[in-house]
C-alpha cells in the first residue's frame, strides 16, 4: 500500500505539495505515516520550520489516510472542510525530517473526520491537526 499511496500523492497533488517531498513511510487502512524533509526553503526567518508547510503536509496526510481506506488505494475526489491546527512546539530549521502520522476517526457517506499529529525525530509532539473532509 505504501508504493500506491507514494503514486497517488505524486499524481493528485499540486506542484507545490510536491515540492514537499512528502514520503510514505507506512500505511493500513485509515492510518499513514509520512516524512518531511526539513528543507531550508520550508524554514522561515524565525529559524524553525513555517506552520504553513506543516499544514500543507497535514492536510495531505489526511488525504492519503482516506485514500488508503479506498479499494487499491483509489483517490477519491474531496476537499477540506476544516484544518485546524495546534502548534506546540517549534520545530527547529536544522532539524533533519519530522514524521506526521495521519489517523482517520470516522468516516460517513458525505464527510470524514481525522487528526493528525507531527513529531520531531526525539518522538516529541509539535503540531497536533483536527480535520474535516467532504467527499465530492
Do not use: N, W
Not at 39 to 47: E, Y
Not at 78 to 88: A, I, K, Y
Not at 112 to 131: C, F, I, K, N
Amino acid at each position: 500500500m505504501i508504493e500506491q499511496l507514494q503514486s497517488r500523492l505524486a499524481a493528485v497533488a499540486a506542484p507545490m505539495v510536491r515540492d514537499l517531498a512528502l514520503r510514505v513511510t507506512a500505511a493500513q487502512a485509515g492510518e499513514v505515516t509520512l516524512a518531511l524533509p526539513v528543507a531550508p526553503a520550508l524554514v522561515h526567518a524565525g529559524g524553525v520550520l513555517c506552520g504553513q508547510a506543516i499544514m500543507a503536509a497535514a492536510d495531505t496526510a489526511m488525504v492519503l489516510a482516506l485514500t488508503s481506506l479506498e479499494p487499491g488505494a483509489r483517490f477519491r475526489p474531496m476537499t477540506t472542510v476544516q484544518l485546524s491546527t495546534s502548534f506546540l512546539r517549534p520545530v527547529p530549521g536544522d532539524t533533519p525530517e519530522v514524521t506526521l502520522v495521519a489517523r482517520v476517526l470516522r468516516t460517513g457517506k458525505t464527510l470524514a473526520y481525522g487528526e493528525v499529529s507531527l513529531s520531531t525525530p526525539d518522538g516529541r509532539l509539535a503540531a497536533h491537526a483536527t480535520t474535516t473532509y467532504a467527499y465530492l
